[in-house]
């Protein structure tokens, strides 16, 4: 069974940083493509970052050059270095597997998410 568990969010101003991780148990992350979405309230999830199993990232318009996502392999863990966070960037974060090693944000299609983790940016 794999289970995916986000931790480090939190609540900062605007230009903060904030490092979210995502644990995976049950499923090698060097083998497939991963991915960050987040959801605001009253809005739909959208794909904020992938990579996939060569370590070819995608981004978002609206993160490229503030975040950087990356993976440990030896941890089997997902991170994504949030910089310059915006109030915008307020939402629940939630990282995604994929069956597939080479999907990026246009194609990536979950099978399983992890829990959340609240990301808050006040200004």
């Known amino acids: 069974q794999v289970q995916l568990v986000e931790s480090g969010g939190g609540s900062v101003q605007a230009g903060g940083s904030l490092r979210l991780s995502c644990a995976a148990f049950?499923?090698?992350?060097?083998?497939?493509?991963m991915g960050w979405f987040r959801q605001a309230p009253g809005k739909g999830r959208e794909g904020v970052a992938t990579?996939?199993?060569?370590?070819?990232?995608t981004y978002a318009d609206s993160v490229k050059g503030r975040f950087t996502i990356s993976q440990d392999n030896v941890k089997n863990t997902l991170y994504l270095q949030m910089n310059s966070l915006k109030p915008e960037d307020t939402a629940m974060y939630y990282c995604?597997?994929?069956?597939?090693?080479?999907?990026?944000?246009?194609?990536?299609?979950?099978?399983?998410w992890g829990q959340g983790t609240q990301v808050t940016v006040s200004s």
């Open positions: 995604a597997a994929d069956r597939s090693p080479w999907d990026t944000i246009r194609t990536i299609a979950p099978f399983t």
């Open positions: 049950g499923y090698d992350i060097s083998r497939y493509s």
């Open positions: 990579i996939n199993s060569r370590g070819v990232t």
